[in-house]
């Protein structure tokens, strides 16, 4: 079991690719300094319950996030603003969103020690950066975007609408990553197609939710679509979705189910 003999070495990489990355992270301003030091502990506890695998994804994802983030900055975040209810540095329940479902496989590798779990963590972080790449790029890019379930036009950056590049750029991303896992070693050739297409089946995943559960308004004033419950400085009227279900929980659940799948897959 891997609980059994824990090795140093990856957490020794952790605590200094962690390090770098604070640094990193709090001077670009990509992270809030909550979000930054819950990030810090989430690296150094995948390295602990998943080895070299657990720091190579996190790390490689982390670093290309915060990469597509600055790519055409301040045409995404004004494309954002009137869309979003928190534009710029991302939050501490942004992150947690994000990485927890990781550490909940990744711990059940560590207490059970069956391979496809690792796998499963792995899979929740790429099909999570794959997510950032599609809507990072995707929103400043011009082609037209659609509703993944009803296939018409919404506007650009609404969760469930897909475009062409934001779903080139998920698919590359899926595959990148999952080769850098692979390159590490401890991940075979079966591991290496289950991350590749399961990270990409995540970002379906998200976009189906996103298109249905996840809560939307429209401004009264101006009649623009947003996830923002205020618009035009007047309160929005929601037309779609559970009302608890935002972008996170989204995230979330996609991000589970997406390891769930990839289970299947490798087991
Ligand atoms: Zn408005």
């Not at 401890?186 to 379906?204: C, N, P, R, S």
């Not at 998200?206 to 809560?215: C, E, H, T, V």
């Amino acid at each position: 079991m891997p609980y059994e003999n824990i090795n140093l070495i990856p957490i020794y990489i952790a605590l200094g690719v962690g390090a770098l990355l604070v640094a990193l992270a709090l001077w670009k301003k990509v992270l809030t300094i909550p979000a930054t030091v819950s990030a810090f502990i989430i690296l150094v506890l995948s390295a602990l319950f998943a080895g070299y695998t657990g720091v190579v994804v996190f790390s490689v994802s982390f670093v290309l996030s915060a990469i597509v983030g600055l790519v055409k900055r301040e045409k995404r975040k004004a494309r954002e603003e009137g869309l979003y209810p928190h534009v710029g540095a991302r939050g501490i329940v942004q992150v947690l969103c994000n990485a927890f479902p990781a550490l909940v496989y990744a711990s059940v590798y560590f207490a059970l020690g069956i391979e496809a779990f690792k796998v499963a963590s792995a899979v929740t972080v790429i099909a999570g950066v794959a997510d950032s790449f599609a809507s990072d790029l995707g929103i400043v890019g011009e082609g037209k975007v659609v509703s993944i379930i009803t296939f018409k036009e919404v506007p650009r950056g609404m969760s469930g609408g897909v475009s062409l590049l934001g779903t080139l750029s998920a698919l590359l991303s899926s595959i990148a990553v999952a080769l850098v896992v692979f390159a590490v070693g401890e991940v075979g050739i079966k591991g290496l197609w289950v991350m590749a297409l399961t990270g990409f089946i995540g970002t379906i995943i998200d976009s189906l939710l996103g298109a249905s559960i996840q809560r939307a308004y429209r401004c009264s004033k101006c009649g623009k679509l947003t996830e923002r419950q205020t618009h035009c400085d007047m309160p929005t009227i929601k037309v779609k979705g559970c009302k608890w279900v935002d972008n996170n929980v989204v995230n979330a659940l996609s991000l589970v189910v997406a390891g769930a799948i990839s289970l299947l897959f490798y087991l």
